[in-house]
C-alpha cells in the first residue's frame, strides 16, 4: 500500500492496497477509501466519510469534516463519494446534519479549487463545480449541471440536470434543468451547448426552447405554465424537466430575465 510515512492514518480506516497516499495526509475515523484511489498532500479527510475507486483529491483538499450549522449537535452523519470524482485544490465538502443523514456526491463529479459543497447536499453524476463556487446546505443539483464560477447556491435550492449557472451568479430559487442564467440567477436561455453535447437532437432540443418560451416569455404563471406543458405530449427528453418543475419546491423558481 503505497502511504507516504508522513501521513497520518486513524486505525480504523479501511484503505484498498491499490490506493495512494500522499505527504503529510490526515485521515481520522473510520474512513474508507475505495481502489485506485489517489490522496494529494496536506488533505484532510475525517469522520464517516466514503470515497469511491479511481478519485483524485488533490492537496490541501477537506472531506467530511462537521457541518457548518449551529443545528449539528455531535450526531452521526456521513459524507459519501462515488467513482471517478476529482477534487482540486483547497476544495472542502461537509458531512452532513441529522443522525445518519448524508452528503453524496455522485460518479463523476469535478469540484474546482476553492469550491465548497455544504451540510446535505446532493449532487448527482458528472456534476461540475467551477473555481470558488459556494453551495449551501441542502442544495440538489441534477446530473451534468454546471455552477460558473464564484457563484453562490442558497441553502435547499435545486439544479435541474443540464442546468448552467452563470459566472458570479447569486442563485437564491430553484433553476429547472436545460436552462441557464444570468448573473442575478434569472432564466435567460436554455443551455444549447450543454443540449448538444448530451445528445439531444434537433427535434428535442426545439422542445426544450418551447418549454423555455411557455414557462418564461409568456407570460403565464407557474401553474398555468406547468398545465401547459403536462398537455404538450412532449418527448421523454423533457421528462427530466417536467418532473421538476412538478414537484414540491422550498424556494420557487427563478424568474426569468426582464
Not at 467551477?130 to 443539483?141: D, E
Not at 441534477?142 to 457563484?151: D, M
Amino acid at each position: 500500500m503505497p502511504i507516504h510515512p508522513t501521513a497520518i492514518i486513524d486505525s480504523r480506516a479501511e484503505i484498498d492496497p491499490t490506493a495512494q497516499i500522499g505527504p503529510y495526509v490526515v485521515i481520522e475515523g473510520p474512513v474508507k477509501i475505495g481502489a485506485e484511489t489517489k490522496i494529494g498532500p496536506f488533505t484532510t479527510i475525517l469522520g464517516e466519510t466514503t470515497l469511491g475507486e479511481r478519485c483524485y483529491l488533490h492537496s490541501h483538499v477537506i472531506v467530511g469534516d462537521i457541518p457548518q450549522d449551529v443545528a449539528y449537535r455531535g450526531e452521526k452523519s456521513y459524507c459519501i463519494l462515488g467513482d471517478d470524482i476529482e477534487i482540486r485544490e483547497g476544495a472542502t465538502v461537509h458531512r452532513a446534519t441529522g443522525e445518519g443523514n448524508a452528503t453524496i456526491l455522485g460518479d463523476g463529479c469535478l469540484l474546482m479549487c476553492n469550491s465548497h459543497v455544504g451540510h446535505n447536499c446532493e449532487l448527482e453524476r458528472n456534476v461540475v463545480l467551477t473555481n470558488g463556487c459556494l453551495l449551501g446546505g441542502h442544495v440538489y443539483i441534477g446530473e451534468k449541471a454546471i455552477i460558473s464560477g464564484n457563484a453562490a447556491v442558497h441553502q435547499f435550492c435545486r439544479i435541474g440536470t443540464l442546468a448552467m449557472i452563470g459566472g458570479l451568479s447569486k442563485i437564491t430559487q430553484d433553476v429547472p434543468p436545460f436552462m441557464m442564467t444570468d448573473h442575478d440567477g434569472n432564466i435567460i436561455a436554455t443551455n444549447l451547448i450543454g443540449l448538444k453535447r448530451a445528445g439531444f437532437n434537433a427535434d428535442q432540443r426545439r422542445e426544450v426552447k418551447e418549454a423555455f418560451r411557455i414557462l418564461y416569455r409568456d407570460g403565464l404563471t407557474h401553474t398555468n405554465a406547468m398545465q401547459i406543458l403536462q398537455a404538450k405530449g412532449y418527448s421523454p427528453a423533457l421528462e427530466p424537466l417536467i418532473a421538476f418543475i412538478s414537484e414540491t419546491s422550498r424556494r420557487g423558481l427563478s424568474k426569468g430575465a426582464a
